[in-house]
């Protein structure tokens, strides 16, 4: 077994940065497949903390490869300010390559994602303001910049020129401030030189490597219930945080795939707008929210809490064809007398156990809870499943139960160590 997609299961910020940068210790290559800087993957290891928006977490590994893939929307500004901070941070960034076909996020993208938020007023979604979705807008409408376009700069003047004339006269029709030509290329003709040493063509390396043998870590970012086609629409990112979208976005075909880890909190958060049937609006909520430190990453929103929700994570281990599940942040549950997991939600009087599509139907779903008891002590220094008390270990094999797929990892705690390893990866 070679090679393992790493993805969210909830609604993103499930420690995949963690699991990753854990699984990544024997790992020869780690790929970012789709997302951009709305990411914010937090590594924690030998008392230092590591916050990764673009960058995969395999970068504190001296050795290991990592990927930018072409299914990445690149923010450079914010790409060579993050190498320059892990750079301080004493990593070595030499092993980093941006794929030319991913493409950039460009100014008059992120004015763009503040407008459409403010337009849509108590609908909005909630998003990290990174111009995620008006870049991803321009890739499918087939009129954006891509990375190789920016190091042809006669081709990079000419596509920037048709995209200002037709995003100022929008901005404009909404008595918005435009945006200079002068100023965006004076401002991109500065980071040429800087990102050219680390632009390729990245399929073809990655699978060579997996040809060679060597074992290929894919980092999803955001999560399955924010994919644009099998999340919680519209309330939901503009990529594709499921396992296909590890597949389009490396350029490596799904045959080659021998692992699908989806990452699940022992609870369930969630940021933005959207339904969220299981969210807990109590002290409970609260409660976990400080405990868990539950504030965004990218943003420092504080994100909505509630119980572990066993439909999401069926519905993920299906549409990802999940084979393991990891369970992370199991110690923030450590004091509570009990647990609710909720097995299945109340539809107009009626029980389902599949979440339904339609959102106003989603919307008015109410939760059917079964209730453990807790376990009461501290599960941080636990390193085997056997170190558990009883009750967790009990919780544990219940979300496997309710979810269909074997947990594999158990994390109890931020760092690296906190990790309990049940059946291997690779
Ligand atoms: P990601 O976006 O999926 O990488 O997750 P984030 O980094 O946004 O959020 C996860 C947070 O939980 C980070 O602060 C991690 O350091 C932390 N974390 C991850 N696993 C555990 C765990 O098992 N226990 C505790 N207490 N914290 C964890
Ligand atoms: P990681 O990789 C949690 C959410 C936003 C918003 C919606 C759309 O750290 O898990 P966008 O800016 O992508 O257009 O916002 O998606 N969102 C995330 N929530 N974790 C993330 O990334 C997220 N990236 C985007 O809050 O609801
Ligand atoms: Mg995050």
Not at 106 to 128: C, F, N, R, S, V
Not at 390 to 404: D, H, P, T
Request: with cysteine.
């Amino acid at each position: 077994m070679t090679t393992v997609i790493v993805l969210g299961a909830q609604w993103g910020d499930e420690g995949k940065g963690k699991i990753t940068d854990y699984l990544a210790e024997q790992a020869d290559m780690v790929v970012r497949c789709q997302g951009g800087s709305n990411a914010g993957h937090t590594v924690v290891s030998q008392g230092a903390t590591y916050k990764l928006h673009l960058i995969p977490s395999g970068i504190l590994y001296p050795d290991v490869e990592c990927i930018i893939g072409n299914g990445v929307v690149v923010d450079i500004g914010l790409l060579l300010d993050e190498l320059d901070e892990l750079k301080g941070q004493g990593l070595n960034t030499s092993n980093l390559k941006i794929s030319n076909r991913a493409h950039l996020i460009m100014p008059y993208h992120k004015a763009l994602d503040q407008l459409q938020e403010e337009q849509k007023g108590k609908a909005k979604i909630g998003t990290t303001g990174r111009g995620i979705g008006p870049a991803y807008v321009d890739k499918v409408n087939r009129s954006g910049i891509r990375i190789a376009d920016l190091l042809d700069w006669a081709v990079f003047q000419e596509k920037l020129k048709i995209q200002l004339a037709e995003k100022n006269h929008l901005f404009a029709s909404y008595g918005k401030e435009t945006f200079e030509e002068a100023a965006i290329l004076k401002e991109y003709e500065s980071y040429v030189e800087r990102v050219k040493p680390f632009v390729a063509d990245t399929a073809p390396i990655i699978n060579d490597r997996i040809d060679a043998g060597k074992k290929v870590l894919f980092e999803g970012a955001q999560g399955t219930l924010l994919d644009i086609d099998h999340g919680t629409y519209p309330f939901v990112t503009s990529s594709h945080p499921t396992s296909g979208g590890a597949c389009t976005g490396s350029g490596v075909g799904p045959t080659k795939i021998n692992r699908i880890v989806g990452i699940a909190k022992a609870y369930a958060t969630r940021v933005g707008s959207g339904p969220f049937p299981s969210e807990l609006l109590d002290e409970m909520g609260e409660k976990i929210r400080q405990k868990g430190g539950e504030f965004g990453v990218t943003t420092g929103r504080p994100r909505r809490c509630g119980w572990f929700d066993a439909l999401v994570a069926r519905y993920s281990v299906m549409v990802n064809g999940l084979t393991d599940l990891a369970i992370t942040k199991l110690d923030i549950l450590d004091e509570l007398p009990e647990i609710k997991i909720c097995r299945a939600y109340s539809y107009q009087g009626k029980e389902l156990t599949e979440m339904p599509a339609d959102l106003n139907q989603l919307a008015q779903c109410e939760p059917i809870y079964e209730t453990m008891p807790g376990w009461q002590q501290d599960t941080t220094g636990a390193r085997t499943f056997a170190d558990l008390p009883q009750a967790a270990q009990n919780y544990i094999k219940r979300l496997e139960e309710l979810s269909k797929a074997p947990v594999s990892i158990v994390a109890v705690g931020p760092d690296r160590k906190q990790t309990i390893l049940r059946n291997s990866i690779y």
